[in-house]
Nanobody, 124 residues
Framework: QVQLVESGGGLVQAGGSLRLSCAAS????????MGWFRQAPGKEREFVAG???????IYTDSVKGRFTISRDNAKNLVYLQMNSLKPEDTAVYYC??????????????????WGQGTQVTVSS
């Protein structure tokens, strides 16, 4: 079992930045692919960014060039640096994990563990 706890959300003006963190605990000796997802009211949960254990990353088109996913395996932390935020980025952001070493995953159903989410609100 792996427990994930997100932090770093908040209220920011359009054009601003936030950095989300995801702390993993529990069975962290295994290798995990990590992902960030978001869900706005009335919408389905959508993929934002993913990173493999080895550091390869992938992004949804709407955040490319603005968001950066990174990880510190020694500290069991994953980050999502969000720059040039837009009102349409407003959502609850979730961290997710799947046991894997080199693969990347974009579909929520492929992830085994989820955090409780952190709210990001971008005002216009």
């Amino acid at each position: 079992q792996v427990q994930l706890v997100e932090s770093g959300g908040g209220l920011v003006q359009a054009g601003g930045s936030l950095r989300l963190s995801c702390a993993a605990s529990g069975r962290t000796s295994s290798r995990y692919a990590m992902g960030w997802f978001r869900q706005a009211p009335g919408k389905e949960r959508e993929f934002v960014a993913g990173i493999s254990w080895s550091g390869s990353s992938i992004y949804t088109d709407s955040v490319k060039g603005r968001f950066t996913i990174s990880r510190d395996n020694a500290k069991n932390l994953v980050y999502l640096q969000m720059n040039s935020l837009k009102p349409e980025d407003t959502a609850v952001y979730y961290c997710a994990a799947r046991s894997s070493s080199s693969s990347l995953y974009t579909k929520p159903m492929l992830y085994d563990y989820w955090g409780q989410g952190t709210q990001v609100t971008v005002s216009s």
